[in-house]
T-cell receptor
Framework: EAGVTQFPSHSVIEKGQTVTLRCDPISGHDNLYWYRRVMGKEIKFLLH????????ESGMPNNRFLAERTGGTYSTLKVQPAELEDSGVYFC?????????????FGPGTRLTVL | GQQLNQSPQSMFIQEGEDVSMNCTSSSIFNTWLWYKQEPGEGPVLLIALYKAGELTSNGRLTAQFGITRKDSFLNISASIPSDVGIYFC???????????FGTGTSLTVIP
């Protein structure tokens, strides 16, 4: 069974540009989460999808971040326009509904660098 | 926002030594998880704890859910070079699905 995959693995962009990150959860996992880790800090929750619906987006930093999960399969996280403080590693995680979100499987992350 | 205090921030130990790290919170959690992240990979779940006082082992790893429900610790016995990585604790409150993560403990094992 394939794990959570994320694309790209690295992205280097300039301030003001737009970047879109993609996450493909484990097949059949209805829960999908986005997290971010800024260098040296904790992994912070961004938002949670159940299928295509946003269950909790309380962790989204501001309206420059837009997450979508059309069709309830893969998800995208767009940052527009990117700022320097958006640099960090963006993780996606998924879990089956039956687990109640207790066990989350993480992807390898996308390392975003904003110059 | 909620913050977990995880310590130590980093550890440099000799192969064969035991390791201990912990997380504390000002809030009560009903779930504690411990993850390990290796370079280029995402965090991988090591141990999950669901009840206060629970002590769970996974090979050389042992974790406990504190009685106060505000802390948890992870022990690694007889460390080996492949234990190298960043260890994260994560906790979830009774209400809500969100997990709060610690800042991580970077472990280096010297052969």
């Amino acid at each position: 069974e394939a794990g959570v995959t994320q694309f790209p693995s690295h992205s280097v962009i300039e301030k003001g540009q737009t970047v879109t990150l993609r996450c493909d959860p484990i097949s059949g996992h209805d829960n999908l989460y986005w997290y971010r880790r800024v260098m040296g800090k904790e992994i912070k929750f961004l938002l949670h999808f159940v299928k295509e619906s946003k269950q909790d987006e309380s962790g989204m930093p501001n309206n420059r971040f837009l997450a979508e999960r059309t069709g309830g399969t893969y998800s995208t996280l767009k940052v527009q326009p990117a700022e320097l403080e958006d640099s960090g590693v963006y993780f996606c995680a998924s879990s089956p509904l039956s687990s109640g979100g207790r066990v989350q499987f993480f992807g390898p992350g996308t390392r975003l660098t904003v110059l | 926002g909620q913050q977990l205090n995880q310590s130590p921030q980093s550890m440099f130990i000799q192969e064969g030594e035991d390791v201990s790290m912990n997380c504390t919170s000002s809030s009560i959690f009903n779930t504690w998880l411990w993850y390990k992240q290796e370079p280029g990979e995402g965090p991988v779940l090591l141990i999950a704890l669901y009840k206060a006082g629970e002590l769970t082992s996974n090979g050389r790893l042992t974790a406990q859910f504190g009685i106060t429900r505000k802390d948890s610790f992870l022990n690694i016995s007889a460390s080996i070079p492949s234990d190298v990585g960043i260890y994260f604790c994560a906790g979830r409150k009774l209400t809500g699905n969100q997990f709060y993560f610690g800042t991580g403990t970077s472990l280096t094992v010297i052969p």
